[in-house]
Protein backbone atom coordinates (compact mmCIF):
# COMPACT_ATOMS: atom_id res chain seq x y z
CA UNK A 1 0.00 0.00 0.00
CA UNK A 2 1.39 3.79 -0.91
CA UNK A 3 -0.34 6.67 0.51
CA UNK A 4 0.33 10.16 -1.82
CA UNK A 5 0.17 13.49 -0.05
CA UNK A 6 0.69 16.27 -2.21
CA UNK A 7 1.72 20.06 -1.29
CA UNK A 8 2.95 23.17 -2.99
CA UNK A 9 -0.38 24.20 -4.09
CA UNK A 10 -1.77 28.19 -3.95
CA UNK A 11 -2.36 31.21 -5.32
CA UNK A 12 0.11 33.19 -7.24
CA UNK A 13 -0.20 35.76 -10.01
CA UNK A 14 0.23 34.93 -14.49
CA UNK A 15 3.57 34.46 -14.65
CA UNK A 16 4.40 33.05 -11.46
CA UNK A 17 5.69 29.80 -10.30
CA UNK A 18 5.07 27.29 -7.70
CA UNK A 19 6.61 23.80 -7.19
CA UNK A 20 4.21 20.86 -6.39
CA UNK A 21 5.19 17.96 -4.15
CA UNK A 22 4.25 14.61 -3.77
CA UNK A 23 5.41 12.46 -0.72
CA UNK A 24 5.20 8.84 -0.31
CA UNK A 25 4.89 6.22 1.93
CA UNK A 26 5.83 2.53 1.21
CA UNK A 27 9.44 1.62 0.63
CA UNK A 28 8.82 0.30 -2.94
CA UNK A 29 7.39 3.55 -4.46
CA UNK A 30 11.10 4.20 -6.24
CA UNK A 31 9.99 0.86 -8.28
CA UNK A 32 6.76 3.57 -9.29
CA UNK A 33 6.02 5.13 -12.57
CA UNK A 34 4.79 8.58 -11.32
CA UNK A 35 1.89 10.91 -12.76
CA UNK A 36 0.61 14.36 -12.04
CA UNK A 37 -3.02 15.29 -12.97
CA UNK A 38 -4.98 18.30 -12.81
CA UNK A 39 -8.76 18.89 -12.42
CA UNK A 40 -10.54 21.78 -13.10
CA UNK A 41 -14.24 22.68 -11.97
CA UNK A 42 -16.53 21.14 -14.43
CA UNK A 43 -13.85 19.38 -16.44
CA UNK A 44 -12.81 15.93 -16.45
CA UNK A 45 -9.31 14.92 -14.78
CA UNK A 46 -6.70 15.56 -17.55
CA UNK A 47 -2.75 14.27 -18.04
CA UNK A 48 -0.48 16.66 -16.94
CA UNK A 49 2.85 15.31 -16.24
CA UNK A 50 4.69 11.59 -15.78
CA UNK A 51 8.04 10.37 -14.86
CA UNK A 52 9.47 6.73 -15.28
CA UNK A 53 10.48 5.01 -11.99
CA UNK A 54 14.31 5.60 -12.21
CA UNK A 55 13.17 8.91 -13.34
CA UNK A 56 15.29 8.26 -16.70
CA UNK A 57 12.17 9.50 -19.44
CA UNK A 58 9.40 12.26 -18.72
CA UNK A 59 6.24 13.01 -20.67
CA UNK A 60 4.34 16.31 -20.65
CA UNK A 61 0.89 17.35 -21.36
CA UNK A 62 1.35 19.57 -24.84
CA UNK A 63 -0.17 22.64 -22.90
CA UNK A 64 2.62 22.34 -19.58
CA UNK A 65 5.57 21.31 -22.30
CA UNK A 66 8.37 23.75 -21.72
CA UNK A 67 6.63 25.46 -18.96
CA UNK A 68 6.73 22.07 -16.20
CA UNK A 69 9.00 20.06 -15.33
CA UNK A 70 8.48 17.02 -13.55
CA UNK A 71 11.40 15.18 -11.25
CA UNK A 72 11.62 12.64 -8.58
CA UNK A 73 13.86 11.65 -5.57
CA UNK A 74 14.08 8.30 -4.68
CA UNK A 75 16.11 8.55 -1.55
CA UNK A 76 13.26 11.19 -0.58
CA UNK A 77 9.92 9.13 -1.82
CA UNK A 78 9.12 12.09 -3.42
CA UNK A 79 7.96 13.34 -6.67
CA UNK A 80 8.20 16.93 -7.86
CA UNK A 81 6.32 19.28 -9.77
CA UNK A 82 8.16 22.45 -11.32
CA UNK A 83 5.26 25.00 -12.66
CA UNK A 84 6.80 28.04 -14.69
CA UNK A 85 4.88 30.25 -16.44
CA UNK A 86 2.31 29.72 -15.02
CA UNK A 87 -1.68 30.74 -16.66
CA UNK A 88 -4.86 31.44 -15.58
CA UNK A 89 -6.25 28.08 -17.15
CA UNK A 90 -3.89 26.26 -15.28
CA UNK A 91 -6.26 26.48 -12.11
CA UNK A 92 -6.82 23.29 -10.98
CA UNK A 93 -6.66 20.32 -8.80
CA UNK A 94 -3.20 18.78 -9.10
CA UNK A 95 -3.16 14.94 -8.15
CA UNK A 96 -0.61 12.85 -8.35
CA UNK A 97 -0.73 9.33 -8.89
CA UNK A 98 1.58 6.37 -8.51
CA UNK A 99 1.33 3.53 -10.94
CA UNK A 100 2.96 -0.05 -9.83
CA UNK A 101 4.02 -1.93 -12.91
CA UNK A 102 7.37 0.00 -14.13
CA UNK A 103 6.68 -1.33 -17.13
CA UNK A 104 3.11 -0.21 -18.41
CA UNK A 105 3.75 2.44 -20.22
CA UNK A 106 0.47 3.53 -20.24
CA UNK A 107 1.38 6.89 -18.81
CA UNK A 108 -1.31 9.18 -19.86
CA UNK A 109 -3.86 7.69 -18.50
CA UNK A 110 -5.85 8.01 -15.28
CA UNK A 111 -6.86 4.10 -15.36
CA UNK A 112 -3.06 3.02 -15.72
CA UNK A 113 -2.63 4.81 -12.13
CA UNK A 114 -3.59 3.05 -8.87
CA UNK A 115 -2.92 5.14 -5.61
CA UNK A 116 -3.93 8.53 -5.60
CA UNK A 117 -3.39 11.88 -3.25
CA UNK A 118 -6.25 13.84 -2.01
CA UNK A 119 -4.77 16.92 -4.08
CA UNK A 120 -4.05 20.58 -4.08
CA UNK A 121 -5.29 23.44 -5.27
CA UNK A 122 -3.05 25.90 -7.76
CA UNK A 123 -4.84 29.48 -8.60
CA UNK A 124 -3.63 31.61 -11.00
CA UNK A 125 -4.91 34.68 -11.42
CA UNK A 126 -5.26 37.44 -14.27
Known amino acids: QVQLVESGGGLVQAGGSLRLSCAAS????????VGWFRQAPGKEREFVAA????????YYADSVKGRYTISRDNAKNTVYLQMNSLKPEDTAVYYCAADPDPYSGNYYYTSSYVYWGQGTQVTVSS
Open 51 to 58: ITWSGART
Open 26 to 33: GRTFSNYN
